[in-house]
């Protein structure tokens, strides 16, 4: 009797021990201070890694990691296809997943050094970037009178995401490609108004926890240019104009702006047209062996070497070109029809998308970006009041139209 007691003792010991552990199981695993993509980067998690499980809160697991506790996304656990291009493969090199003082590893710190020089983008982007820091405290002040009188949980459930058909994630690579580009919009000016971004990053990440990117590190910046537009680069990095701000009369029209750029990056629309453009291209080899000491570039390499790192710079240059002159029309009906769901399940009516257009549509505004043009607003409206007869959106979705006022001074 006691043998079989000790029997089952171990093996209530094991089920419980087994339950609150897990192993890594995609390229990426970013440990964070917080339970929000906005928290600070911690480390990396190496696929494979094995971690102790304390808690699990809204989509994120509170774990042990060297002596100290932290967060990681409950998708890590989720093995996931590998991208089968070029930056796909540079990403899943080994690299060192130590995190710098800029708050990224070495690898996403050499890509985007890198890039930023092929673009030849704003010198100083790069530390701009890694020196914006959401605060955490003042995010949840915000959070919290967002949602003081909105039964959330209830929203959300009634409106479903459709499933992603891709990772949903970023490679080093992916992420360093969207750093140097960045640098190149952010070379058209950044708008100096420190409390209007950091009031753009609270409603952006309001947002993005409603979505099923929540764990990508999303940051928001404006554009000083009077012309109506907004872009997207991989990895999470978002620009709006203050010329669009300046279209804009509600937070919510606010978010569905937003929601459309961070639907631009969740389903990955820049990595994948630019797979549309290298059907023909194939990673080399020599990737294999490429060394990816990222903070070093006086490497030497072969021919061949140079040759594959010339298409895959050649092939960033048209994901730029397309970035800034519009996107496939597939991804912007996409990202439209994501922009009012992303919206709505973060309470915001959705529908002030239409609204936003239609204010567009008989305005003046300039725009380099055919998907502002008035062509394209006019074939947007028409595809977006067809999506919204579609669906059922709740009645009680709020605006929020005097913060707008009072926070933009728009």
Known sequence: MKHRFLSFFLFIVFVLFAANSAVVKRDR????????????????????????????????YRIELASSSGYVSTKVTQEQKTSDDIFGKMGTQQTDLKISKYGMSAGVKGFAERFTQSFKGSANFFQIYADYKLDAKAFKNFWKETYRDFKLKKNQKNIAIPPARFKDYFSQSEEGLGIGIASQIAAMGLYQNPELVEYINQVGNVVVEATDVYDIGFKFFILDTEKVNGYACPGGIVFVTKGMLKMIRTEAELATVLAHEIAHVARHHGMLEMAERQNQIKAEDAFAELEMEMDDFGIKQDEEMKSVEEEMEQLSFEIFETLVNGRLEQYEQEADQLAIIFASRAGYNGRELLTLLNRLKTSSSQTTNEHYTQKQIIDRIGMIKNYLNSIQLSSNLFSNQNRWQKRSGM
Do not use: D, H, M, Q
């Open 29 to 60: 695993a970013i440990f964070r201070t917080g339970p929000g993509s906005f928290y600070e980067v911690e480390a990396e998690l190496a696929k494979g890694a094995n971690f102790e499980i304390l808690e699990e809160e809204k989509g994120w």
